[in-house]
């Protein structure tokens, strides 16, 4: 009898040894899978850096892990990327779309390089992004309206690029938005009326942008 029961409870530990062991393969996998998918997305990012004069792109190489590269933070416990920041690193290029697969980032610092072309809509995947700082390059095209989509956003700044066209009228969703940058661009049409809703909204920078009419705006702090 006794020994039936002994019997049955290692039994009973084996099957949780078990469970534990496959629990512990699973998250294994799904988080070197996460972090190869953030790998192959920043190599992207490298490969449309056409010239890079300090030499910051050769630190992102298989030989040393991606948290370690140079610009790149990840977040201790998931080891997934979180910020980028890449300021003032003379860096020339386009911006991968492939950035909208960092689904983890909560900042994208670029200010004071030159990168050039469109801002990819893909922005608008990185639902934890929180600041995105692309100033002082030479962005073009329109401001992408699936920007809206990263509700998190606090900071925006966009000023001293060639973007076009009119802001946006989807950035409304961007509730939390403290801080928008968006002068000297060649930015047209009027300023929205939704910008003096923003409760939040501390510094407003919109100077030097070509306005063809302006409302007058309430800030309503
Ligand atoms: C980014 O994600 C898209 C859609 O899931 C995929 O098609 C693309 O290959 C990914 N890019 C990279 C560089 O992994
Ligand atoms: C990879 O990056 C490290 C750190 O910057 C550097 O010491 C090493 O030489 C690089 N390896 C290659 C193959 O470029
Ligand atoms: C931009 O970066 C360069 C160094 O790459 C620096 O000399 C310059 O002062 C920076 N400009 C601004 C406006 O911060
Ligand atoms: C932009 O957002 C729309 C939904 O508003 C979505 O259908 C589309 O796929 C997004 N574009 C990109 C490139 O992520
Ligand atoms: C701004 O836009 C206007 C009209 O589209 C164009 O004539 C002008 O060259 C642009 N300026 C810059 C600095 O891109
Ligand atoms: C501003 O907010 C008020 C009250 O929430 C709302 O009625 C109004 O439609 C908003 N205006 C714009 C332009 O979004």
Known sequence: MEHSQTHSSQILFRFFLF???????????????????????????????????????????????????????????????MVLNLEAQKLVGSLSPSLGNLTY???????NNSFHGEIPQEIGRLLSLQHLSLSLNSFGGKIPSNISHCMQLSVLGLSYNKLFGSIPNQLNSLLNLVSLGLGNNNLTGTIPRWIGNFSSLEILCLLSTIFKEAYPMNLGV
Do not use: Y
């Open 105 to 111: 980032l909560t900042g994208i610092n670029l200010i």
């Open 19 to 81: 469970l534990w062991w496959i629990t512990c393969l699973q998250s294994a996998t799904l988080s070197t899978s996460g972090n190869e998918s953030d790998r192959l997305a920043l190599l992207d990012f490298k490969k449309r850096i056409t010239q890079d004069p300090l030499h910051i792109m050769s630190s992102w190489n298989d030989s040393i892990d991606l948290c370690s590269w140079v610009g790149v933070t990840c977040n201790p416990a998931t080891k997934r990327v």
